[in-house]
């Protein structure tokens, strides 16, 4: 039986409106029996579109607020649990790590940049996007991946405004949205929202269609293992995202090169 001294414990920061990533994540994490524990703290989040008072609900300010309440339960890592960044700008992910971190002292982990160290361990540069969002944030998704030299070659979106409503999508639904995106043989599929059901039908799509998934709530839990000295590799059933390599360091704060901006 592991001491508690050991227990490597993970702190998750989570949109107040989602209801899959903590059931996925706990079950995810269950992997490494009492030697883990994950735990989370909410900040508001309830729509999402390009709207000014959607973009303020990723302001600095709450979310350092939830990451010190995090802090008090003495985690080895702090995960920002969500995809804002992705039509926000990577930058953004890459400022609010290093804000946690000084504040904290803690090291941090972000689902979008996971997403980056994720295509770069598969050598992916064509893929494909599933999401439940609008339009308009889908464009800037696209648009953003484009300027960072990524092709997106075939995308999925829902025209969901969210955030509550994302989840009641169901997996089959979520997986036939991956089936039509494979047929442009993208060099993997992006799941981009961390309160959709894609996370049980990675492994399944990946079987079907010969195309990695990468899944917001899986990747976030890969990265964050990593960070908090855990190995994700001990993690099946959930796509082939947990036997990757993964850092346990915070190198991918820097932008990469890929001939285009850091956006």
Not at 119 to 138: H, N
Not at 152 to 180: K, M, W, Y
Not at 204 to 209: D, K, P
């Amino acid at each position: 039986m592991t001491a508690p001294a050991d227990i490597r414990r993970v702190g998750m920061l989570t949109p107040s409106s989602n209801t899959v990533l903590e059931p996925y994540t706990q079950r995810m994490f269950a992997a490494f029996g009492e030697a883990a524990s994950v735990h989370f703290a909410r900040f508001r989040v309830v729509e999402i579109s390009m709207s000014a008072g959607s973009v303020g609900q990723f302001d600095q300010a709450p979310i350092l607020d939830a990451a010190a309440r995090l802090a008090e339960a003495r985690v080895h890592c702090i995960a920002w649990n969500g995809t804002s960044a992705a039509w926000l700008g990577l930058d953004k992910d890459r400022e609010l790590a290093r804000a946690i971190t000084a504040a904290t002292g803690i090291p941090a982990a972000t689902a979008m940049l996971a997403f980056d160290e994720a295509l770069q361990a598969l050598g992916a540069r064509r893929i494909g996007l599933v999401t439940p969002y609008l339009s308009e944030v889908q464009e800037r998704i696209v648009a953003n991946y484009a300027a960072r030299g990524f092709e997106v070659v075939a995308e999925e979106r829902l025209e969901d405004p969210g955030n509550f409503s994302f989840a009641l999508h169901t997996p089959a639904a979520i997986a036939d949205q991956c089936r039509r995106v494979a047929k442009a043989k993208p060099d993997a599929i992006l799941i981009v929202c961390t309160n959709f059901r894609g996370a049980p039908i990675a492994a399944a799509i990946e079987a079907e269609t010969g195309v990695p998934v990468l899944d917001s709530v899986a990747v976030t839990a890969w990265k964050a293992m990593a960070v908090a000295g855990l190995d994700p590799a001990r993690v099946t059933g959930w796509g082939g995202a947990f036997r990757l390599p993964a850092t346990a360091s915070l190198t991918e704060l820097e932008p990469e090169e890929h001939g285009g901006s850091t956006s």
